[in-house]
């Protein structure tokens, strides 16, 4: 009897090993019918799931970029393609044929589109050297017209003004919100109501559309995030921001309780706005083994399911879906697979523990 209990106990330890041997980046036994993708429950519990998506894969025959993003994912968002150096490539010269086609695989998918983004210190191309106040201020205000009326009634969310806000340490004494945005190229032209001038011309573009502020390292209860709350108030207080976006670019250490995750977004629902996280990925050390791909699927699990117990936070978003197809290696030293599917579009931890908080909502 003694022989078969311990022999038995051998043959699931050895199991268990192979199995996790053999899971590399996939998975324990998922607990849900693996023929269920996010969107699905998403959409049976209300909220918008998405992914960052770049031109090249989503229209390459030979990989199943395309349908598992359809599949998987009720929002979209450009990874580059709407940005300013994409879309208006030279003085009121404007490209459209990709952002267009891109536009039209969301549509046709029946997804939502956060549109990204209006204003931004980087990949502004030739805007960025222009010196003249006057000239900048008519460039931002055509590109916002112009780029917003062209998806009106097609881009339900913008990304109006994204990372403007920038610690200055020099002056942490200041709560002043004024004294911490970025220095970047428009406040040095336009100064420093540059953030509310371009809500002002995006309200006025699109008043259908939800305007939102984007940042990162905005999740903790930190001082950046509490100079983007004094800055989205006075927004608010004009009526003109619908919502603030936390992109989440993050690592294994971010934990909720610890960092005032819940408090923080707490701080900005009781303003009334409508919350997204934008750009969610948690970056591990590369090569990644089976230990630090758990602990990734624990970092997905905890934030998204504080994020979801916020009621005002309607979607989440990552950067990405396969990690064949990120930003962290080129960005992040000796880290990458970041995301929700392996290299060959497989369903990983991270995956299985994101569907398993959406069925608890
Ligand atoms: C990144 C893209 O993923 C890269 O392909 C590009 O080279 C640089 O920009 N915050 C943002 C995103 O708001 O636009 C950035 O995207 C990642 C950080």
Same mark, same amino acid.
């Given at each position: 009897m003694k022989k078969i209990k311990i022999l038995a106990i051998l043959f699931l330890f050895m199991y268990g090993c192979e199995s996790a041997l053999n899971t590399? %980046?996939?998975?324990?036994? !998922? %607990?849900?019918?693996?023929?269920?993708?996010l969107r699905q429950i998403a959409e049976e519990k209300g909220i918008y799931v998405g992914a960052a998506v770049a031109d090249t894969p989503l229209f390459s $025959?030979?990989? !199943?970029y395309s349908n598992v993003f359809v599949k998987e994912f009720n929002m979209m968002v450009c990874e580059n393609e709407m940005k300013f150096e994409y879309l208006q490539t030279s003085s009121n010269n404007f490209y459209w044929t990709i952002a267009d086609r891109m536009v039209n695989v969301a549509l046709a998918n029946n997804m939502k589109i956060r549109g990204?983004?209006?204003?931004?210190?980087?990949? =502004?191309g030739w805007a960025s050297?222009?010196?003249?106040p006057a000239a900048l201020s008519n460039i931002l205000s055509n590109h916002i017209f112009t780029v917003m009326k062209r998806y009106s009634n097609k881009?339900?969310?913008?990304?109006?003004?994204?990372?403007?806000i920038e610690v200055n340490n020099a002056l942490?004494?200041? =709560?002043?919100f004024y004294d911490h945005l970025r220095k970047s190229f428009w406040w040095t032209n336009l100064g420093s109501n540059y953030v509310e001038y371009a809500f002002q011309l995006a309200r006025a573009a699109d008043p259908t559309a939800k305007l939102f502020y984007n940042d990162y390292?905005?999740?903790?209860?930190?001082t950046k995030a509490l100079y983007t709350y004094l800055l989205v108030s006075n927004l608010k207080a004009k009526g003109l921001i619908d919502g603030v976006g936390f992109?989440?670019?993050?690592?294994?250490?971010?934990k909720p309780f610890q960092n005032g995750f819940a408090s923080n977004l707490k701080r900005f629902s009781d303003l009334g706005l409508e919350l997204h996280i934008t750009e969610m990925d948690v970056r591990i050390p590369i090569p990644a083994n089976y230990t630090s791909y758990s602990q990734q699927a624990n970092t997905y699990r905890e934030v998204i399911s504080t994020a979801l117990s916020? %009621?005002?936070?309607?979607a989440i978003v990552f950067w990405?879906?396969?990690? $064949?197809? %990120?930003w962290v290696p080129g960005f992040f030293t000796?880290?990458?697979?970041?995301?929700?599917?392996? $290299?060959?579009y497989q369903r990983k931890q991270s995956y299985n523990a994101v569907m398993e908080v959406l069925k608890n909502k």
């Open positions: 590399g %980046s996939g998975s324990l036994t !998922p %607990s849900y019918n693996t023929d269920e993708t $025959k030979n990989e !199943p990204h983004t209006l204003l931004w210190h980087s990949q =502004s050297n222009v010196n003249n881009i339900n969310y913008w990304d109006v003004v994204n990372e403007a942490s004494n200041s =709560s002043n390292g905005i999740e903790a209860y930190n992109q989440m670019h993050i690592d294994t250490n971010f916020n %009621s005002n936070v309607t990405g879906f396969t990690d $064949k197809y %990120s000796n880290y990458g697979d970041a995301l929700l599917f392996d $290299k060959n």
